[in-house]
């Protein structure tokens, strides 16, 4: 089992561009999510899923959209990305049910320019 | 809403020293707690979670957190620090009755094993 697979590791973008980042995994998890990851704040919940067509809001939901079109694929769209977006982001799955425990992505290192 | 406190942003300790990380959190409910271990250039891998029970919880790598829930609080330990255990932690919550499972993570407190 591959686990959770994150691309790209690396991006940079310039202020304005749009870009995917894409997010798959092979554990058949229903619960998706995507944080960021900033200095001294820690990880903040982007958006997430609970399966195939149903997403949800997190913390920090502006500027990025998501869509979950089957079980394995959960990418995260920046549709015109900003400065404020630099960030690296890390895409987490689990089991719905229980307070199993999320298995994380190698994460994807951001830079808007 | 729920929130998690890491006052520490880093912690230094001697090789074979016992090693304290601190974490206090905050739910309306029953609190669903948890520590993630980061080492540098990869993602967070679980370390050890409370859900209820025995308020002593041990995980991997030969760490453990206490439960205090007078105190809400879910310190980190280990009895002897290694020089392999320098890495940044985190602690996480989540509310036992939140619908919307979001796990809410404290900044992270980066831990400094000297030789």
């Known amino acids: 089992n591959a686990g959770v697979t994150q691309t790209p590791k690396f991006q940079v973008l310039k202020t304005g561009q749009s870009m995917t980042l894409q997010c798959a995994q092979d554990?058949?998890?229903?619960?998706m999510s995507w944080y960021r990851q900033d200095p001294g704040m820690g990880l903040r919940l982007i958006h997430y899923?609970?399966?195939?067509?149903?997403?949800d809001q997190g913390e920090v939901p502006n500027g990025y959209n998501v869509s979950r079109s089957t079980t394995e694929d959960f990418p995260l769209r920046l549709l015109s990305a900003a400065p404020s977006q630099t960030s690296v982001y890390f895409c987490?799955?689990?089991?719905?049910?229980?307070?199993?425990?999320?298995?994380f992505g190698a994460g994807s290192r951001l830079t808007v320019l | 809403a729920q929130s998690v406190a890491q006052p520490e942003d880093q912690v230094n300790v001697a090789e074979g020293n016992p090693l304290t990380v601190k974490c206090t959190y905050s739910?309306?409910?029953?609190?669903?707690l948890f520590w993630y271990v980061q080492y540098p250039n990869r993602g967070l891998q679980f370390l050890l979670k409370?859900?209820?029970?025995?308020?002593l919880v041990k995980g991997s790598y030969g760490f453990e957190a206490e439960f205090n829930k007078s105190q809400t609080s879910f310190h980190l330990k280990k009895p002897s620090a290694l020089v392999s255990d320098s890495a940044l932690y985190f602690c996480?919550?989540?509310?036992?009755?939140?619908?919307?499972?979001?796990?809410?993570f404290g900044g992270g407190t980066r831990l400094m094993v000297k030789p």
């Open positions: 987490a799955t689990r089991v719905s049910s229980g307070a199993n425990v999320l298995t």
């Open positions: 554990m058949n998890h229903e619960y």
């Open positions: 899923s609970v399966g195939a067509g149903i997403t």
């Open positions: 739910v309306s409910g029953n609190p669903y």
């Open positions: 409370y859900i209820t029970g025995d308020n």
């Open positions: 996480a919550v989540r509310d036992f009755w939140n619908a919307g499972n979001m796990l809410t």
